[in-house]
Structure formats: structure tokens, C-alpha cells
């Protein structure tokens, strides 16, 4: 059947899944002599033949993926039964050999009556219906644990919209340092990953480098043992050991008031569990169209007159026996399906939670950032009120300075003079006056030297301190710039 390649086009490694929800359902029928294929005696081709191909999915265990242990996997058949002979074809192209295997167990010395035997018609077409059923129930059988996983894992990171107590305290503790600075976290070396997915909530408002820990602003925090999880996990603001405990998931940050910390990152992971809900629906469908389209395929072959008499007669039971089972796999699915309905309403519902939540949360946290910087407002109130002090405090200071200064420059002529004259360069003895110059050219001598010694050492100490300061901002550009 040239149909058959359709069915192989989702098959193989892609980095994006193309047609993979797309079960298909093809079937030729040919019975009567007037319309009959290829007639090949020495290969069992009579040319009155039926064959059907079709494609269905179901959920298997992948030992790669530990993080998310499911996948869905496709699977396509083609089947070819030759009513002029005794002759039944199976093509079976799927990943794995897990149906090889089942199809090759049915088929051994070992098999069930109606794997027994196919040297009649009668006994091979029962044998064909039987390994449809193998196919039919593979459909099936894991869907009811993929759906668990999916309800355990929604559940563990959803519970904290539960439990979170919106009726808490503004503040967590009656103190002005919930700000105070700490030091500086180390932020040149992150290492972070977009998607590893173990759905695992992390904090919405990250510590910042100037906020406390958690234990500098609450009381030292009490803890419970989770009964289903067995990890120590603490309790809420008020909730005491002797309190009815309080589940939190596992994994879940608190913040400063103890309560679960959401971020948008939370609602990437719900509407993720919302798209594996909707596959799981469309999935379970699209088998169940095509399990129905098997049944009524074979019963319009019943209907057929040009089906040899002894397969009606003789399978009678076995396709009531088939389309018996075929109807319990599709009630299974039904009832699988209705589940995963109930499980898209509750994803529903704690996304219009989680993002009143979300809400909340920002509106708390402005909040409280509101009510620090009003506090950190009154402190500067206080600085710049003190500021102000200083500054008339120091213009009353500045004012004697120049006071001092000016009377100081005004008597400095005549201390200089006053200075000289007392020495012995110049002295009046008897109204004489009487000048030493060897005295002047021993003070110059001396005053001298002294003087540009004092300037050069000023100099030095200038060049000093400049020096230290462009390297100091050198090196503060420098890290400034660091990537």
C-alpha cells in the first residue's frame, strides 16, 4: 500500500516534531474475482486479498530522560491477509522492540489458542484480529500511570497557590534595617540554565545584595515532617509543632513572611503541563478513531459476500470477542480522557490563582519597599537636618577664620621686621647703628636651604598623593569594565 510511506514521515530523530499527531486509517479490499490484484501462484498471490495500515501512539518509560521519565511513541502497521491462500504479512515499523517481542511471545510454541495455528484460513484470519489486539492494547496501557505522573507532578507544583496564607502581617518585623546594607554578593561567576525542567519552584524576588537573611528578621523558623514526601519542611508565620501541620512542595522557597515565593517562571511550567494535557487528549482520540475504524472495517468484511463462507462461520466468535475487547480499550481511553478534562479545569483554575497571586505578591513587595524607602525618606530628613547644622556651624567658623587670617597678614610685616631687628645682624648701641653682615649671610645660609627643602618636600608629598589617586581610578575603571 502506497499509503503506508504516510504513516513512516513522522518516524526518525527531528529537533521539531512534524505530523506527529496525525493517525491515519487506510484500507483495499479485494474480494472478488472481477476486482482482484496481482495473481501470482508460485509466490501465494491469489490477487483476492484485504490489507490495512494504520498508525497509533501511545506513552512509554524513557530511561534518558530523568527529569520528564515519559514520551510518546508513534507507531505505524500494515497488514496484508490473502483469502486464496493461507498467507498473512505484518509490517511493523516502531522505535523499539517492544512489540517485536510481544508479536514474537504470542507467536511461539508457548502461544494462546488463537496464535495456535495458521494452516487454515479460518484460524489465520482469528490469529490477525488477535494481533491487532496486541497493537490495540499497546495504545493503551500506560496511559493511566502518564496520567498519574502528570497529576503528582502538577500537583507538587501547584499545592503552594493552595496553602499560601494571604492574611499575613505588612511587615515581618518592626525594624528600620530590613535594608541595611550587608556585603557584596559575588555576581561574576553565574552559571544558569534556562530549562532543565524538574519543576522545582525558585524564589520571584531574588535576595538582593543589600537585604538580611531570612534568620537576622524572623524568629528562628519551626519545621514539620511532610507524612507524604518524609522531608523537613517549615511552617508558616504562627503556626506552631502543636498546630494542625501545613504540607509545602518540596523544593519551594519562602519569603521573609514564610510564605512559597512565585514567579512568571511558575506559569512557563503550568502552561507546559497544559500542552502535555491537551497532546495526552488529542492522543487518546486519535487512537480511539482509529480502534473504531479497525472494528468497523472487519465488520464490513462480515458483510462482505465475497468473504469465504468458513471465516464467517468459524470466526464468528472471535470477532465478537474482538470487537468486545476493542470496545473496552476505547472505554479505557474514554474514561482516561474525561481524567485528563478534569486535570485542564484545575490547571485552569490555579493559573487564574497563581496569577492573583502573583499580583498580590508585587503588590506586597511595593508594599513594603514603599514602606522602607518612607523610612529611609525619615532618616535623610534627619541627616540633611543635622547637615544643615554643620553647615551654619561651619560658616560661623569660616567667618573668625578670615577674621584671623586678615589680622594676621596685617601684623605679619611687622613681626617679620620685628624679628629681624632683635637679632644680632642689625643693633643700636648709643644711638649707633651697627650692621653684621657676616651674621646676615649666616642666617641666609641657613633660612635658605631650609626654605627650599620645605618646597620640595611639598612638592613630593603632592606629586605622592596624586599619583596613589589616578591609580586608584585607574583600577576602579578597570573593574568597572571587567565582563
Request: charged residues 25%; proline residues 5%; contains cysteine.
Amino acid at each position: 500500500m502506497p499509503e503506508f510511506v504516510d504513516l513512516l514521515l513522522p518516524l526518525g530523530e527531528r529537533n521539531i516534531a512534524q505530523d506527529f499527531f496525525s493517525n491515519c486509517f487506510y484500507q483495499h479490499t479485494r474480494l472478488s474475482n472481477d476486482a482482484h490484484g496481482l495473481h501470482v501462484p508460485g509466490r501465494a498471490w491469489s490477487g483476492r486479498d484485504f490489507q490495512v495500515c494504520y498508525s497509533l501512539k501511545s506513552v512509554e518509560r524513557s530511561e534518558v530522560q530523568t527529569e520528564w521519565p515519559w514520551s510518546i511513541r508513534h507507531c505505524a502497521t500494515h497488514h496484508a491477509f490473502d483469502v486464496g491462500h493461507v498467507r498473512t504479512t505484518w509490517t511493523v515499523v516502531k522505535g523499539n522492540r517492544v512489540l517485536e517481542e510481544r508479536i514474537t511471545s504470542a507467536t511461539s510454541g508457548r502461544a494462546p489458542p488463537e496464535f495456535s495455528s495458521y494452516k487454515t484460513i479460518e484460524k489465520a484470519f482469528a490469529a490477525a484480529l488477535s494481533t491487532h489486539l496486541i497493537m490495540i492494547d499497546w495504545s493503551v496501557e500506560n496511559w493511566r500511570w502518564y496520567i498519574n505522573f502528570l497529576e503528582d507532578k502538577f500537583r507538587e507544583i501547584s499545592e503552594g497557590a493552595i496553602s499560601t496564607d494571604a492574611d499575613i502581617p505588612m511587615s515581618p518585623k518592626e525594624t528600620e534595617d530590613v535594608f541595611a546594607l550587608g556585603p557584596r554578593t559575588n555576581t561574576q561567576n553565574t552559571n544558569q540554565t534556562r530549562k532543565s525542567r524538574a519543576f522545582s519552584f525558585r524564589s520571584a524576588i531574588q535576595k538582593t545584595n543589600n537585604m538580611p537573611s531570612v534568620a537576622e528578621v524572623l524568629p528562628p523558623q519551626q519545621f514539620q515532617i511532610n507524612p507524604r514526601s518524609g522531608k523537613k519542611q517549615p511552617l508558616p508565620p504562627g503556626v506552631s509543632t502543636a498546630s494542625p501541620q501545613v504540607s509545602k512542595p518540596q523544593g519551594l522557597q519562602h519569603d521573609i513572611y514564610g510564605q512559597p515565593m512565585f514567579r512568571f517562571r511558575h506559569l512557563q511550567d503550568i502552561q507546559d503541563f497544559e500542552e502535555s494535557a491537551n497532546d495526552t487528549i488529542l492522543v487518546l482520540k486519535l487512537n480511539m478513531s482509529i480502534c473504531k475504524q479497525i472494528t468497523e472495517f472487519y465488520r464490513s468484511l462480515f458483510e462482505n459476500k465475497e468473504l469465504p463462507q468458513i471465516i464467517l462461520d468459524e470466526c464468528h466468535e472471535s470477532m465478537l470477542r474482538f470487537e468486545r475487547r476493542v470496545k473496552g480499550v476505547i472505554s479505557h481511553m474514554d474514561s482516561q480522557i474525561l481524567r485528563v478534562e478534569g486535570l485542564l479545569r484545575l490547571i485552569a483554575d490555579r493559573k487564574t490563582l497563581l496569577y492573583g497571586l502573583l499580583e498580590f505578591q508585587n503588590t506586597r513587595s511595593n508594599k513594603l519597599l514603599a514602606s522602607e524607602s518612607h523610612k529611609s525618606t525619615r532618616k535623610m530628613e534627619r541627616v540633611t537636618h543635622d547637615m544643615s547644622l554643620i553647615a551654619r556651624e561651619t560658616k560661623t567658623e569660616t567667618v573668625s577664620m578670615k577674621i584671623i587670617t586678615l589680622v594676621t597678614l596685617f601684623f605679619l610685616p611687622g613681626t617679620f621686621i620685628a624679628t629681624l631687628m632683635s637679632t644680632d645682624i642689625i643693633h643700636w648701641d648709643n644711638g649707633k647703628k651697627n650692621y653684621q653682615p657676616g651674621a646676615m649671610h649666616v642666617y641666609l645660609s641657613i633660612c635658605l636651604p631650609f626654605m627650599v627643602a620645605t618646597f620640595i618636600f611639598w612638592a613630593a608629598f603632592q606629586w605622592h598623593e596624586r599619583r596613589k589617586e589616578r591609580r586608584q581610578r585607574d583600577k576602579a575603571e578597570a573593574e568597572v569594565n571587567l565582563p
